[in-house]
């Protein structure tokens, strides 16, 4: 059974969701709120233009960043997608493409300088990607990264992750498999787990809210934390889904069922931290 790191306090009390919040509020000033955006705040949809976060997301985002150290959402989506998304809320902290990008509560977005270079292959790559996949495959071009989606024509998922793979090692770029996708992204070292691990070595708290498998690295950086510092409080939870759901819930301390049902649990938060 997953275990609840409360400091120096010996055994390790089974982890339940109202203690861990109870917990949380006595040290809320010093506690980062971490949320990936797709499949956690947001369903994932058909069409990955078209998503929009669930019921009650915005408003428990929104009534608790006052009360936190940060609230960031850290996504493959480019930050100008999340800005635009997130209803303009203020005082939360944006990194997009895994890193690649950021802004602090509503500022510039800053560009990794060494992925920088890569924007033209990214843009060759994507032209490419469109002209000789087949029909179905759905090429999302973000600027210092491409998703090859699959999700309206399943059938061509080895198709589509067998180019993508060919291509990545032609020129020398990283992928992220994902939800019926593939990315590819330059040869930069930045990732979810590398921002969690930089974000929080001041903090004395975090929760991280994922739902891919990308997300498993952010989970990996707060237990990292947690053995490195017995009073900090790392919490990992896993959004529900029928495709990497069970790999990810396997790494969580809490899983929750969908992104709808995020919503609820934030705003039940919200008593416990207001």
Known sequence: MPSLNLGNQQPPIPLDAEHAWRTTAERAADTVLFFDFDGTLAPVDDDPTAVRPAPKVLAA?????????????????????????LGGLSGIDLYGLYGLEHSHSGGETVTEPAALPWVPTMAELADLARAELPAGALVEFKRLSVALHWRTAQQLGPTVEQWGRAQAERLGLRVQAGRMVLELKPPVDRDKGLVIGEVVRDAGGAWYFGDDVSDIKAFAALRARSAADPGFLGVCVAVANPETGREVAEAADLTIDSPAALGDFLTRAVHHLT
């Open 61 to 85: 985002l929104e009534a608790l960043a006052p009360v936190v150290q940060r609230v960031a959402i850290v996504s493959a989506r480019p930050v100008d997608f999340l800005r635009d998304h």
